[in-house]
């Protein structure tokens, strides 16, 4: 089979390079435009404008309002939820449960216009997570929550609904990014520190691994 020649494989690159730049370029830009608008809220032209692309490119590169707003949720779960993927029985829960916590708290501070984007979407019904909470997300949640009973099972852990866990890991580690208005004003900081952000981490460690009747791990 003939081979392309060098000189045509170049370009495809360049493009290739272009179009992985201007998506993320667009990605980061229509993020907190999203999370402070909503969908209806947000339009392409202004995401465009910040962007710094024109409003037909991106249509080009998304295709869509929609199809850009979903790409950004998927986005979003994706992150989380390889935090957990390639845990096993054969892990010791403690350390499993301190990294999820402790990932989890560093992606929601990290990415906060994204929690704040998947919270709005949540808020408003999940009309375009539908399909996902109720299929892979489901599948998903259930395949983790096996693992956690398993370790039940074998006295790692207390027989606590691992659901509900996996909700309450998800639910605490957001709030400080989802709710950082509440937090800033409550506790009178104009931001959170690094010693901040280490001690909510190790209250929540702590407070999981006692509920859940597991060693706690020193952290």
């Not at 704040?116 to 892979?136: C, K, M, V």
């Not at 956690?148 to 852990?157: C, I």
């Not at 309450?168 to 580690?173: D, G, M, V």
């Not at 990014?177 to 702590?206: C, H, M, P």
Request: net charge neutral; proline share 5%; with cysteine.
């Amino acid at each position: 089979m003939t081979q392309p020649p060098l000189a045509a494989k170049a370009p495809a690159k360049r493009n290739e390079a272009t179009r992985a730049r201007n998506e993320h370029i667009i990605l980061a830009a229509a993020e907190p435009i999203f999370a402070r608008h909503g969908y209806r809220g947000a339009s392409v032209q202004a995401i465009a404008e910040a962007a710094g692309l024109p409003k037909s490119n991106v249509l080009y590169y998304m295709g869509s309002k929609k199809a850009l707003y979903v790409r950004l949720l998927a986005r979003m779960m994706q992150r989380w939820n390889a935090l957990l993927d390639d845990i096993s029985v054969e892990d010791n829960p403690a350390d499993v449960i301190t990294a999820f916590i402790r990932r989890k708290m560093q992606l929601s501070l990290r990415h906060p216009e994204g929690s704040r984007l998947f919270a709005a979407e949540i808020l408003g019904g999940a009309p375009f997570l539908q399909e996902y909470l109720r299929g892979e997300l489901r599948d998903w949640v259930e395949s983790r929550a096996r693992i956690f009973e398993q370790w039940a099972e074998r006295g790692l852990m207390d027989p606590v609904n691992p659901v509900w866990l996996i909700f309450l890991i998800w639910s605490s580690t957001q709030h400080y990014a989802d709710f950082e208005a509440q937090v800033l004003g409550i506790t009178g900081k104009a931001t959170l520190s690094d010693d901040d952000i280490e001690e909510i981490t190790a209250f929540l460690t702590r407070i999981v691994l006692k509920g859940c009747g597991v060693r706690e791990k020193t952290i």
